[in-house]
């Protein structure tokens, strides 16, 4: 059931030796490619990256975080807002309907919105392969405006234009040693109702 993985998934920061197949490399991938967007704009480009330079380099990008270099593989997120100007939307004239019409801002929120759901697949694929993961957000961008020289670099050394921004890196592999998963979540109550804020379901 895809509730007991989702039940099952955590965060996980300590990587075995064993490296993941590219087969499996390829499965994730295609979760994310077949998620929903709106209009099916697909403003996303995933980067596989396995080198250790690489690696290193994203890990800088991360202020530092030790998973990021000792994953097996990463996915770098790209937040791609030029897909919007190849979707056949200019018809659509009324803003609600038409993020183009929402200015510079509704662009790039609507970018990162798409995002969620290709890395929330990508997640629980990997989880089905029992491939550990983790989101990396804390990280140097155009949106946090923190290490814009590592940003540049990184962005030129993947191959990103300027409208492409880095929004997420997923760290992927093997777990070192098991842990129990440890789901710290606020009640059922306190976060879900019938109708109206404060009504139980
Ligand atoms: C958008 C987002 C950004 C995150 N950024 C980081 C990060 O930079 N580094 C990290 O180690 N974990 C990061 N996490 C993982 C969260 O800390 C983790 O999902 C949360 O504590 C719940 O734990 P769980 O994933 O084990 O259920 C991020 C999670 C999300 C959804």
Redesign the pocket.
């Given at each position: 059931m895809l509730l007991d993985l989702i039940k099952s998934?955590?965060?996980v920061?300590k990587y075995s030796e064993k490296h993941v197949p590219d087969e499996d490399f390829r499965k994730i991938l295609e979760a994310g490619r077949l998620a929903p967007s709106w209009m099916n704009v697909q403003s996303w480009k995933f980067i596989l990256v396995k080198s250790q330079e690489n690696k290193d380099l994203l890990s800088e990008l991360?202020v530092g975080?030790v998973?990021v270099k000792n994953a097996d593989a990463l996915i770098v997120c790209v937040a791609d807002m030029n897909a919007w100007e190849e979707a056949k939307i200019t018809h659509i004239s009324k803003p609600a309907l038409n993020p183009k019409l929402q200015g510079e801002n509704g662009i790039l929120i609507r970018t990162l919105e798409q995002l969620i759901y290709p890395i929330s697949y990508m997640m629980l694929e990997a989880e089905s392969l029992n491939v550990k993961s983790?989101?990396?957000?804390?990280?140097g961008n155009e949106i946090t405006g923190v290490l814009p020289e590592i940003s540049a670099r990184a962005k030129a050394k993947l191959g990103l234009n300027e409208n492409q921004i880095i929004s997420?890196i997923i760290t992927l592999g093997y777990e070192a040693e098991y842990s129990e998963t440890n789901?710290t979540r606020k009640d059922f109550d306190s976060v879900v109702f019938l109708e109206k804020i404060g009504n139980k379901f």
């Open positions: 998934r955590k965060s920061r991360s975080q998973h983790c989101i990396i957000g804390a990280l997420t789901k």
